[in-house]
T-cell receptor, first 114, second 113 residues
């Protein structure tokens, strides 16, 4: 089974801090994704990466950046955290680029910005 | 652009009741369709998928049929259990569209004894 591991289940940070969310997958997948999940809005794509050092913006990239230095690891960075970034963050990975391949998700990080 | 519309929740059922969660989509071409489930405190798990018209995905007693004529992918289960209580997400992946999954807003299911 695919294992996607997010480094923290719960995280509390202060406004203006630089925040790092880490994600690791163990299946050598090319593609990795960061979403945020908010009530009534479903999942919204922040960034994705289809190869090492490659990234593309999703639907809501503002206020975020990403890093993919190794194939198995994809980091989400909040450059200067704000209260409106309080949310559940989900990482996912997927093999290949075919539309019929499912994404595999981690357990999520619930981030609170005070 | 692509979109997925799910019925509003929460849906509350008694154990052994029949479940339907409606999902309709808007997309160009022939997308692949997925149902994901999220149990409390966990991430999303793939429940089932269908990749072409008239395909039926099934898993753990859940089924959904890809209906191109009605652009729908409704989730059904004949007899729900308390352990099925979760949030269910319908999603599509555009054919040839690379990486993006478009999700519905999710439907919460509560099953009571």
């Amino acid at each position: 089974d695919v294992k996607v591991t997010q480094s923290s289940r719960y995280l509390v940070k202060r406004t203006g801090e630089k925040v790092f969310l880490e994600c690791v997958q163990d299946m050598d997948h090319e593609n990795m994704f960061w979403y945020r999940q908010d009530p009534g809005l479903g999942l919204r794509l922040i960034y994705f990466s289809y190869d090492v050092k490659m990234k593309e913006k999703g639907d809501i990239p503002e206020g975020y950046s990403v890093s993919r230095e190794k194939k198995e690891r994809f980091s989400l960075i909040l450059e200067s955290a704000s209260t409106n970034q309080t949310s559940m963050y989900l990482c996912a990975s997927r093999e290949g680029r075919g539309s019929n391949q499912p994404q595999h998700f981690g357990d999520g990080t619930r981030l609170s910005i005070l | 652009g692509d979109s997925v519309t799910q019925m509003e929740g929460p849906v509350t059922l008694s154990e052994e009741a029949f479940l339907t969660i409606n999902c309709t989509y808007t997309a160009t071409g022939y997308p692949s369709l997925f149902w994901y489930v999220q149990y409390p405190g966990e991430g999303l798990q793939l429940l089932l998928k269908a990749t072409k018209a008239d395909d039926k995905g099934s898993n753990k007693g859940f089924e959904a049929t890809y209906r191109k004529e009605t652009t729908s992918f409704h989730l059904e289960k004949g007899s729900v259990q308390v352990s099925d209580s979760a949030v269910y997400f319908c999603a599509l992946s555009p054919r040839g569209g690379g990486n993006k999954l478009t999700f519905g807003t999710g439907t919460q299911l509560k099953v009571e004894l």
